[in-house]
Structure formats: structure tokens, C-alpha cells
């Protein structure tokens, strides 16, 4: 069996002081831990000068070579063309991407040095994984190095939709990059169907068959990978922390008013202000539920540094606070709006409390949030999962109360519906999501992509070309 060497931006290498972690991070790693292999990328620190060498930590069959990322290239890479360029861009807010051609340049410099610093680390017969938008350019990158097997590339977020690709000046490298690598997977067939068309439309290229794409000059196998969630990981963290401190403590808090939660990092994609709207709709829509049930409001800050995460910081304060001051009472406040990190324990724990998930992000490649308060239900008396159509997971999750996030009347009819509906009917729409969150783990969806990326001839050879 070849290695697996595993390509992100973030990589958070394992200690033992740290916090459990989990997701993502606990699936690849053991993945790689199966065949032995590496996980490169950044170390999440920056210093004055991106780092020469990788920092290498060997921990049993796994290798993480980590790099420190200079304050310029940060800046640029990470800040800039990533987060201020190609993230508002595929969640289709052009409104707030910004095209700077100083910014694409330094993500083009990192990509280009990533490939630099990984190339000796990788075998002949490796696989190679990279994951998500900030490391597009890397397959091509690395195939100009000489890498010549199986390359694989999944990308988190969602695809846009060709006429909003078309405004990046830099679309067509964009995509002939992601044709450098041997399978491209997508969370949704809406991405999927989205990278055709511009391929077809735009690069002139043709599906040769259901999967395979011929562009560039390459053939490219192409498939929809929903991610999901660790098996059995969150049924258990929800049971046992509803007998812990946190939970135990906010059940106190609640005098057996219903409670009904958000939990999301605090990202304009996510529909925070949207929902805040729908939520005041709600309470002034249904006033029976004044005073009888609560909106927590979980919104970790994340991109700190980047000034549209600053904005909508600021515009999420001043609508809590009109909330609270219009509708709370001496002894009741209608929205808990904290930006304090939780364990996913202890969040587990608080899904299960909840009558009703609220998750209405305006585009989300997959949210694995919805999929995790589902998991955390008490399968006797589940809530209910309110969720946006525009998340990747509504596509499985069709049994949620499924929410356009822009109709604040069409959401706050959603909360009050999930309030009263009746346990026959919970139970009924619990049990169908469940069966899909446990069929479409994480590990399926990781051994899923493997098995292609095994599969594909490599490098795939380009049918007809002379
Ligand atoms: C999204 C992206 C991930 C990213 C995560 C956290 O889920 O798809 O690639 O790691 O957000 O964002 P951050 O910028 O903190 O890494």
C-alpha cells in the first residue's frame, strides 16, 4: 500500500497538552496513520520571514511538516487572496471580494514555495491529497517538479456558479490548475454541475463519460464527495455531557423555557445578521413565545484580521443588543449572543438541550454543524433542524424544516413551526436525517475518495491526443 501525503492549509499537529480535536483533522490522521505518510502545511504561526525548512514532527507512522508563514506572505496568501479574493467569491459575494493583483501574486509565491518544500518529501508512489481553495495551484505546482502519480484535490467550500467565477481575472489558471490534479471532488452536485460548465462553456473542454472531464489537456476524474461527521462521535459526546457541568448548568438557566441554538464561526457567509432579522421577525410575528424561549448564538471569531470579519462583528453586537433592549424582559433575555469557543463536547451537549438547531448559512459547501446537532439528538425526543437550502447538507438533510435564509418571515414561520411540531413528527424527520448522517461518515467519505484516487490510471492518460 503507497503512503498518503496530505496537503492543507492548517495543520494542527497533535500534542499532548492540546485540547481533544476532532473531525477533519482526526480522520485524515488516520489515514495517514494506516499506510504511514505526511501531512504538510501551515503551522497556523507567522513569523517575520516565512520559514526555510519545514518543521518536521514524526509522531508514530505520521510525519507533519509544518512551515511558519511570514507576516508578507500571510498577509497576501492567506488574508488576502484566500480570504478576501477566492472565499467571498465561491460563497457568491462579489459584493465583498476585493481583486488585488498584489494579493494573487503572493498566493501564487506560497503555492509555488509549498511545492518547493514538499517535492523532496514525496515518494514515487505516493498518493497525493490536497485540500480547499487556499492550495488550488499546488497540484500544478508539483507536477512542474516532476510529480507524476495520482493526485487528488477536494475543495470544502462550495463551487460557484460560472457567471460569478468569470469576474476573478485569474478564473482560467484557477481552473486549468484544478485540472493538473487526477480527481477533482466536490461536496454537491450543484459544484460539481458548476466546474462542468466552465469547463465546457468556458475552457471548451468535454465530459468524455458521466465522471470523466477532458480539459487543458488533461482527463480529470470528477465526482460529488459529501463530507460528513466521525461515526458514533457525537451520539456519545451528547450523551454523557447532558450529565455534565456545562449542559447541566444551562438546563438550570433555561426554568424549562425552549431553547434554540446557532452555532457557527463568526463568517458573513453564515447568515448571522439574517437570522438575527428572522429571529426579531419571529418574536414579533409569534408573541406567545415571548418570554418562553431563548436564541443562543454560538460565533467564535475567526479572520480576525480581515476587515469584512471586523464589519460584520460590529453590525452582530448592534443587532443583539436592539434585540435584547426591544424584547427582553427583567427576567429574560430573548438572544444569548456569545463569541467564546466551546469544546465540541460540551456543544454536543448543548444540541441536545436544544428544541430547535438553527442553521441558515447564505452558502455553505457542506456545514457539518447541521449534521452534528443532528447527531447530538436524544433519539427519544430529538429537536429540529432548521437549515438554509444554500448549505451543501440540505441536499442529504432534506427531512429539516429547509429555509430560504433571505425570507426572514419564511424563517421565523420555520422556528415556530419546529416549536410546536408534534414528537411523532420529530421523531419522524430525526430518524430520516440520522440514517443518512450515519451512512455518509467521515471515514466513508475519506475511504471514498481514496478508492477513486487508487483507481484512476495515473497520470490519466489523455484519450485521442496526438
Ligand atoms: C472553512 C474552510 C477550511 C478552513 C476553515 C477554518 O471550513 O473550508 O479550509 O480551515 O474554514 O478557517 P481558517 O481560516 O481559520 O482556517
Redesign the pocket.
Known sequence: MSRLVVV???VAVPDAQSATTGGLAVALRDALQTNGGIWFGWSGKTAAHTAEQPTMTEIGPVTYATLDLGRKDYNEY?NGFA?RTLWPLFHYRLDLAEFSHQNYTGYLRVNSLFADKLRPLIEDDDQVWV????LIPMGRELRARGVGQAMGFFL??PFPAMEVLLALPSHALLVESLCAYDVVGFQTENDLRAFRDYVIHEAKGEMLDDQTVRAFGRLVHTEVFPIGIERGQMEAAAEAAVEQGAARRLERTLNNRNLMIGVD?LDYSKGIPERFRSFERFMEQYPAHRGQVSMMQIAPL??SEVPEYKAIRDQLEGLAGYINGRYGDFDWMPLHYLTKNFQRETLAGFFRLSRVGVVTPLRD?MNLVAKEYVASQDPNYPGVLVLSRFAGAARELDAALLVNPYDHDGVAAALNKGLVMSLEERRERWQSMMEKVRENSLEAWRERFLKVLRSVPTPMPVKGAR
Do not use: A, I, L, V
Open positions: 492543507s492549509n492548517r492567506y480570504n485540500h480547499d481553495y487556499h470544502h467550500t464561526r475567526s479572520r459547501g
